[in-house]
């Protein structure tokens, strides 16, 4: 495809499971709004932006989106667009992000805006190759990003870890 893959938005309730998104010159999935939608099980990978949106939830009143990507591998992303374009993006309220694989990304595993997010039990490595001054996770400065829980999550192999490049200015990080 010469675009993205997938758009749900608002509804409830509508879930992927078990789904091969490959080959698409945009974004695999994108969920924006709704209430309770779900990405499980999933390959998302040779895309040419990034993985996947998952953004839901009222900042305002703080009530959560419930939404999910769970036990999903994510990568070989930002084949076109070589930066800002992470496996997940995560925004709103109250979502959840666990048991993923997120690997071989020029730029960031995820973005995470929001709050009460939940990112537990994932894999991130080789991410960052590319870029600078970002982490396998990029939170921005935003201070009212609160109440988000990252527990459990392994990362390595972030950045330039074979030191085949000149040191980076600002550098790379997990989180």
């Known amino acids: 495809g010469s675009a993205d893959a997938i758009h749900v938005h608002g509804g409830g309730h509508c879930l992927f499971a078990g789904c091969v998104v490959r080959r698409f010159a945009g974004n695999g999935i994108e969920i924006r709004g709704g209430t309770n939608h779900g990405i499980l099980s999933c390959d998302i990978y040779s895309m040419g932006r990034g993985g996947t949106i998952v953004s839901g939830g009222d900042r305002r009143t703080l009530t959560p989106g419930g939404h999910f990507l769970e036990n999903c591998d994510i990568h070989d992303l930002s084949r076109i667009d070589h930066t800002y374009t992470p496996a997940v993006v995560l925004e709103g309220v109250g979502n959840r992000v666990a048991h993923n694989r997120m690997h071989n990304i020029r730029s960031s595993a995820m973005r995470v805006g929001?709050?009460?997010?939940l990112v537990e039990y994932n894999e991130v490595?080789?991410?960052?190759?590319?870029?600078?001054?970002?982490?396998?996770?990029?939170?921005?400065?935003?201070?009212t990003f609160r109440g988000n829980v990252f527990r459990y999550n392994y990362f390595h192999h972030i950045g330039d870890w074979?030191?085949?490049?000149?040191?980076?200015?600002?550098?790379?990080?997990?989180?």
Do not use: L
Not at 130 to 136: A, I, L
Not at 164 to 175: D, E, L, M, N
């Open 162 to 175: 074979r030191g085949t490049a000149p040191q980076p200015k600002c550098g790379q990080a997990g989180i």
């Open 125 to 143: 490595y080789n991410v960052v190759t590319e870029s600078d001054d970002q982490g396998g996770v990029d939170m921005f400065g935003n201070p």
């Open 114 to 117: 929001g709050n009460d997010h």
